[in-house]
Antibody, heavy 119, light 107 residues
Framework: EVQLQESGPGLVKPSQSLSLTCSVTGYSITSNYWGWIRKFPGNKMEWMGY???????SYNPSLKSRISITRDTSKNQFFLQLNSVTTEDTATYYC?????????????WGQGVMVTVSS | DIQMTQSPASLSASLGETVTIECRASEDIYNGLAWYQQKPGKSPQLLIYNANSLHTGVPSRFSGSGSGTQYSLKINSLQSEDVASYFCQQYYDYPWTFGGGTKLELK
């Protein structure tokens, strides 16, 4: 069974970087596309970006140059880094698998990790 | 960005009732729409893709319909296990965007 698990610090200070790991079991990240999505307090959701089976990436323009998604295929993990965070980046962060070789919708999600940006 | 307006934000219904949740896109999304269910403390689960295709293993009481800018998720014969939040996602155009969610409770 495909499982995804997010991990990372639950508290980040403003202006610092947020770094999260998504550990995948039951499926290789060298297949499909893999994404990061966040859910803000109040339930608004935002697609952040993805990394493909080949390692190519695409990001939400709203995050401009603050975001980076990378991977370690030897550990079957992919990572989110969001720089220069503010309190507006406080959210629950999810990693998810796109359903196939096209990055349309998600069939497996992690449980989510809540990240608070506060001094 | 394509804006997805979901309604209602919350909904209370009785067991056995039929429930409809709607998503309206700010422009035509040509059936590029998915619906998800998220139970408290759980990860989201895919219900519907391509606006009206039922994902594997999803009960047939769930159905999706719509076209253009208007889409809906219908739950027939509401069961207690359907208590959850539901949200839509468009994938017609980047960046993918989501509806604001609907919280479904039992009356």
């Amino acid at each position: 069974e495909v499982q995804l698990q997010e991990s990372g610090p639950g508290l980040v200070k403003p202006s610092q970087s947020l770094s999260l790991t998504c550990s995948v079991t039951g499926y290789s990240i060298t297949s499909n596309y893999w994404g990061w999505i966040r859910k803000f307090p109040g339930n608004k959701m935002e697609w952040m970006g993805y990394i493909s089976y080949s390692g190519s990436t695409s990001y939400n323009p709203s995050l401009k140059s603050r975001i980076s998604i990378t991977r370690d295929t030897s550990k079957n993990q992919f990572f989110l880094q969001l720089n220069s965070v503010t309190t507006e980046d406080t959210a629950t962060y999810y990693c998810a698998r796109y359903i196939s070789t096209v990055p349309y919708y998600f069939d497996y999600w992690g449980q989510g990790v809540m990240v608070t940006v506060s001094s | 960005d394509i804006q997805m307006t979901q309604s209602p934000a919350s909904l209370s219904a009785s067991l056995g009732e039929t429930v409809t949740i709607e998503c309206r896109a700010s422009e035509d999304i040509y059936n590029g729409l998915a619906w998800y269910q998220q139970k408290p403390g759980k990860s989201p689960q895919l219900l519907i893709y391509n606006a009206n295709s039922l994902h594997t293993g999803v009960p047939s009481r769930f159905s999706g319909s719509g076209s253009g800018t208007q889409y809906s998720l219908k739950i027939n014969s509401l069961q207690s296990e359907d208590v959850a939040s539901y949200f839509c996602q468009q994938y017609y155009d980047y960046p993918w965007t989501f509806g604001g969610g609907t919280k479904l409770e039992l009356k």
